[in-house]
Nanobody, 114 residues
Framework: QVQLVESGGGLVQPGGSLRLSCAVS????????MGWYRQAPGKQRELVAI???????NYADSVKGRFTISRDNAKNTVYLQMNSLKHEDTAVYYC????????WGQGTQVTVSS
């Protein structure tokens, strides 16, 4: 059974930083793309960043220059370094991985507030 376990969310002041981690386990096939989505209250889930299996990255315009996605294939883990956080980054952040189909983590809350 594939599991994605996220960690690293929390409360941070505007301008602060957080690092999210997501470890994948329980699979028998190669992991394809890995990434992060987020969902703010009353809004649809949106893409934040993707790290493709080929090594390229894509970011939402709203986070470019502030967030960095990275991937450690040896640890089956994807990270999201979030700097210069803004109030509007407040959301539940979900890790996702494509392993023949798309899997999701349980979500981790990120709250940016003074």
């Amino acid at each position: 059974q594939v599991q994605l376990v996220e960690s690293g969310g929390g409360l941070v002041q505007p301008g602060g930083s957080l690092r999210l981690s997501c470890a994948v386990s329980g699979y028998s096939f190669s992991i394809g793309n890995m990434g992060w989505y987020r969902q703010a209250p009353g809004k649809q889930r949106e893409l934040v960043a993707i790290f493709t299996n080929g090594g390229s990255t894509n970011y939402a315009d709203s986070v470019k220059g502030r967030f960095t996605i990275s991937r450690d294939n040896a640890k089956n883990t994807v990270y999201l370094q979030m700097n210069s956080l803004k109030h509007e980054d407040t959301a539940v952040y979900y890790c996702t991985a494509w392993i023949r189909t798309q899997y999701w983590g349980q979500g981790t809350q990120v709250t940016v507030s003074s």
